[in-house]
Each structure stands twice: as structure tokens, then as C-alpha cells.
């Protein structure tokens, strides 16, 4: 995988594997792909092949609450990060455990229901948000993971999507809502 390749996507490993301030597109765009051996943090790679069955090379830690057909991808905003940043929260893309962090979009739209593509072939249907865990808790200002809570703060909350369409996403594709 030459430098080439990424170059053209905006993209570089020194980076991260994501896209910079400097190249961030107006249109919503995803702008990290996270995955982990099983729990959190969740590390950016260069692509990945989204399956029904969730993200190809990432585990989740207990498949109880995590994974399965309805909970194959699980979402955040990058806009919701950094207004946490701001608030003086220690979390980054990845830290807690989405698989997909997507930039430029109203996170108001990703509700259950909500139809959305990704790239040129991946398509996805919100199914419920996220409860966040414990886990969590190192990655917020007294522990207070409960501020990526829907029930707690309405609008703050990560989602989870089964997958309609498979196929393979790369930092920088545009995320279009159906509806």
C-alpha cells in the first residue's frame, strides 16, 4: 500500500489514518475507521471491509451487549468529540469504541431508523444508541461517562447500525442520510 494511494484520499500514516483539519471536506464525511482486539480504545486503520457481521478485525469484549447482526457497527461524531474536547474531556476517535467516527453531519439525524450510506456501497440503518460503560469512564473528567448517555443527555450518544450493503469504506468517503 504505497503513499500514493492514501495521498489521494487526503490521507497519510504519519497521521493516523485519518483526515486532517486542514483537508476537511464541507459535505459529512467519515473521518476515522476504529478497530480493537476486544474494548477500549479502539485504534484507527487505513480501510476496513464493513460485513454483516460488523467490521472486519475488530472483537468486542463482551458480545452480550456488543456486536451481533443489529449492533454490527457501532457510530460517533467527531463534532460531538470535539465539543467534549472542549469541555475538557480527554476523549479522541476511537476512545470509546466506535467503530466508525464520521465528521460533518448532524447527529441529530442518526436516530433508530435512520437509513445512511457510506462510500460508494456501504449502506447502514440506525438501530438503537448506544449505553455506554465503565470502561468509559478514563476517557471523561471525573469519570463521568454518562455524558455519552441518550437517556442523561439527549443528542450525546453513540449509535449502533446493522449493516444493509457491505463493503469497503476509507477515511474521507462521503456519509450521505436517506432519511
Known amino acids: 500500500m504505497g503513499g500514493w494511494r492514501w495521498s489521494c484520499y487526503g490521507l497519510n500514516p504519519a ?3 485519518r483526515v486532517t483539519e486542514t483537508e476537511r471536506p464541507s459535505h459529512p464525511y467519515l473521518y476515522q475507521i476504529n478497530v480493537s482486539d476486544g474494548g477500549v480504545p479502539k485504534r484507527p486503520v487505513p480501510e476496513a471491509m464493513i460485513a454483516k457481521t460488523g ?3 475488530d472483537r468486542q469484549q463482551n458480545l452480550k451487549v456488543h456486536g451481533g ?3 454490527a457497527v457501532c457510530l460517533f461524531s467527531r463534532d460531538l468529540l470535539e465539543w467534549l474536547q472542549a469541555e475538557g474531556h480527554p476523549i479522541k476517535a476511537g476512545s470509546s469504541g466506535e467503530n466508525l467516527t464520521l465528521a460533518g453531519l448532524e447527529w441529530g439525524l442518526m436516530k433508530p431508523g435512520a437509513l445512511f450510506s457510506i ?4 449502506q447502514l440503518e440506525v ?3 448506544t449505553v455506554p460503560c465503565r470502561y468509559n469512564a478514563q476517557w471523561f473528567q471525573e469519570g463521568d461517562y454518562q455524558r455519552i448517555c441518550q437517556i442523561k443527555n439527549p443528542g450525546w450518544s453513540r449509535v449502533y447500525a446493522k449493516v444493509l450493503r457491505a463493503g469497503v469504506v476509507r477515511p474521507g468517503d462521503v456519509v450521505e442520510v436517506k432519511s
Do not use: L, Q
Not at 119 to 122: L, R
Open 55 to 57: 467490521v472486519e478485525g
Open 15 to 17: 497521521k493516523g489514518w
Open 119 to 122: 462510500g460508494k456501497d456501504v
Open 127 to 129: 438501530t438503537s444508541y
Open 69 to 71: 447482526p443489529d449492533r
